[in-house]
């Protein structure tokens, strides 16, 4: 199984802003859509936390931006968990653009994983046998 997932994104005109480039807000909503691409790919879907009573919240998110994406550019998003402990994990990103394999921006988040109860929980073993940590992953577009 990869440890790194790639996602693909064209960037439409609602991610524009004035400046005429993407809008620095759109990358967060990104780095969500890839999360969660990423853990279906694995087969952990809405409804499979929704059987086990679980679900993963973000407590902090980071992002350095690079360089500026345009409207209609081809962008490879890849993410990777690079840390997990008991009820956390960090996942990272990393954006290029496909045409110039620029990176534009690297993102991490922080994601807590909790219980019905909205409690942190432990990460149940069958997420932790998929979820392979790689620290040392330096992001690359081939």
């Known amino acids: ?10 960037v439409p005109q609602s991610a524009i ?3 005429m480039h993407v ?20 087969g952990f879907d809405s409804e499979f936390y929704e059987k086990i009573g679980g679900t993963w919240v973000a407590r902090s998110h980071y992002i350095e931006y690079l360089k500026p994406s345009f409207l209609g550019d081809e962008l490879i998003v890849q993410t990777w968990v ?17 045409s110039d394999k620029a990176l534009l921006a ?11 109860d909205g409690r942190p929980s432990k990460i149940p073993d069958e997420l932790l046998a998929k979820y392979i940590a790689d620290e040392s992953y330096e992001p690359k577009l081939s």
């Open 1 to 10: 199984m990869p440890v790194v997932y790639e996602h693909k994104i064209i």
């Open 17 to 19: 802003d004035t400046n």
């Open 23 to 42: 809008n620095n807000v759109v990358y967060i909503q990104w780095m969500q859509d890839a999360a969660t691409a990423h853990s279906d790919s694995l």
């Open 82 to 98: 690079s840390f997990i402990k008991r009820s956390s994990s960090n996942r990272e990103y990393a954006f290029f653009r496909k």
């Open 106 to 116: 690297r993102a991490k988040t922080v994601w807590i994983y909790l219980n019905a």
